[in-house]
């Protein structure tokens, strides 16, 4: 069974440059989660989906983050414009279940800006 | 608030030396306490699912245990392939579907 696929694998870009990530979650798998990891931290949830809907976003900047899940399958996050701050790893990850604590993730998209 | 602290921040053991990872936590109505395991480069790995106090869970040479404050990871006879980043992480009663993660600890086994 294929696990959560996400690309690129790495980004490099300039301060005030747009960037998207993709993610493909396992077949079947409602809830989707995006997490953002800064080096030697935890991650920290951005945003999580249920199907197509978008049910916790609190923790998203939505000044300049973006996310969509079209369809209720594959999902997309997008940064306009990045700054340094935003450099770190962005991690895509599902489960089969509401509240369920076992997530399946994807090795993530490095970011750098420059 | 919900707070998630693990220690030590770096572990390094012999192979065949056993240890202990601690994971401490502050949350309104545990739902369930986690634990990760993360390779350089990659995506957290699940290892575990602890619902209560005294709930003892055991995946080869890793042991979880939880109480009312802490879970403790037990590594038992490590072996180089252990080595890894053990992330803790908690489900509150209140926040359904979200999971909070502490700061990990890096285990380094060496032959």
């Known amino acids: 069974e294929a696990g959560v696929v996400q690309s690129p694998r790495y980004k490099i870009i300039e301060k005030k440059q747009p960037v998207a990530f993709w993610c493909n979650p396992i077949?079947?798998?409602?809830?989707l989660y995006w997490y953002l990891q800064n080096l030697g931290q935890g991650p920290e949830l951005l945003i999580r989906y249920e199907n197509e809907e978008a049910v916790d976003d609190s923790q998203l900047p939505k000044d300049r983050f973006s996310a969509e899940r079209l369809k209720g399958v594959d999902s997309t996050l997008k940064i306009q414009p990045a700054e340094l701050g935003d450099s770190a790893v962005y991690l895509c990850?599902?489960?089969?279940?509401?509240?369920?604590?076992?997530?399946?993730f994807g090795e993530g998209s490095r970011l750098t800006v420059l | 608030e919900d707070q998630v602290t693990q220690s030590p921040e770096a572990l390094r053991l012999q192979e065949g030396e056993s240890s202990s990872l601690n994971c401490s936590y502050t949350v309104s109505g545990l739902r369930g306490l986690f634990w990760y395991r993360q390779d350089p480069g990659k995506g957290p790995e699940f290892l575990f699912t602890?619902?209560?106090a005294g709930e003892e869970k055991e995946k080869e040479r890793l042991k979880a245990t939880l109480t009312k404050k802490e879970s403790f990871l037990h590594i038992t006879a490590p072996k180089p392939e252990d080595s890894a980043t053990y992330l803790c992480?908690?489900?509150?009663?209140?926040?359904?579907?979200?999971?909070?993660f502490g700061a990990g600890t890096q285990v380094v086994v060496t032959p």
């Open positions: 077949s079947g798998h409602n809830t």
């Open positions: 992480a908690v489900q509150a009663g209140d926040s359904w579907g979200k999971l909070q």
């Open positions: 990850a599902s489960s089969s279940g509401q509240g369920h604590g076992e997530l399946f």
């Open positions: 602890l619902y209560s």
